[in-house]
């Protein structure tokens, strides 16, 4: 997968795709690295992770992407971009790991016989009068819905 382009919401999306490592788009805005950063030097983190973990947590990685990433803006070196990538990576090693520990559900391989049953006659009539269901019925018969999300406003007296 390579990364978007004209989506701000990533790095590299001003970035010609062809040149960007694969994992490209897993590289966050470089200013949500120090946002992080200073999120997890604050003291509400650091009481959370001495709750959670007993100890406060080095957050010296948030920093060290961060600067990795405004090298890479500035210089654009892939060099700096895949350090970061790396750093994404392993952060969703540990995620995946954590979720692979836990014990307390039993994971399904295939989902269930009935999964894709009818609605229970009650859980139809409801659905029947829902702004779901009305919106879904425009777009079936070529209707923009978009007029019946705007104009509406609460006035509190």
Known sequence: MSARK???YFEVSELNSNDLPNDAWKVRPCHWY???????????????????YGETIDCSQWK????NCMQFRK???LKF?????????????ERTKTIEQNDVWVYRTSPPETWNSPMPKWMQEN???SLLSETQNMLNE???????????????M
């Not at 060290?64 to 600067?67: L, S, W």
């Not at 070529?142 to 509190?156: A, E, K, L, R, V």
């Open 64 to 67: 060290d992407d961060y600067q």
């Open 75 to 77: 210089k654009k070196d």
């Open 81 to 93: 971009l895949e350090s970061v990538i790396e750093s994404e990576n392993q952060r969703q090693k």
């Open 6 to 8: 004209n989506d701000g």
């Open 127 to 129: 659905k029947k009068d």
């Open 34 to 52: 120090k946002e992080e950063y200073k999120d997890c030097q604050s003291i509400k983190a650091k009481f959370h992770q001495f709750f959670v």
């Open 142 to 156: 070529g209707i923009d819905p978009t007029p019946i999300f705007t104009g509406f406003s609460c006035t509190i």
